[in-house]
């Protein structure tokens, strides 16, 4: 959301990297004054939408915001930087959930260090 230089820069490889694999990526980009209604209708559109398989928000949002809730609005199941709390439950007992990518990619690159 807004133009947050390292945002754009981010998503964009993001976008990048799903084109050079052949996945399929729908990028919303929404203007910083988005209102948290607004940001909260689109997350319960992708949930619900067969072709989204991973919500990701890109973090920070905007100040009026509330992450917190907006995080809470993903369904556990499409959450792939495993922020909801379903997510982090299952992750801290053990059971199948979705990692966040930069803390697993370091823990397994540790354990292939050997």
């Not at 997350?43 to 398989?53: E, F, L």
């Not at 930087?81 to 397994?108: S, W, Y």
């Amino acid at each position: 959301m807004g133009e947050d230089p390292a945002s754009k820069s981010y998503v964009t490889a993001k976008e990048r990297a799903c084109e050079e694999i052949g996945l399929y990526s729908d990028d919303n980009r929404l203007p910083a004054n988005t209102s948290q209604k607004d940001l909260l209708a689109l997350v319960g559109r992708m949930n619900q939408d067969p072709k989204i398989n991973g919500i990701l928000v890109q973090l920070p949002l905007p100040k009026h915001l509330n992450e917190a809730e907006v995080l809470l609005a993903i369904d556990p199941s499409k959450d792939v930087d495993g922020f909801h709390p379903v997510n982090v439950g299952r992750m801290v007992i053990g059971e199948k959930a979705f990692l966040p990518c930069t803390p697993h990619g370091v823990i397994q690159l540790w354990y292939a260090k050997g």
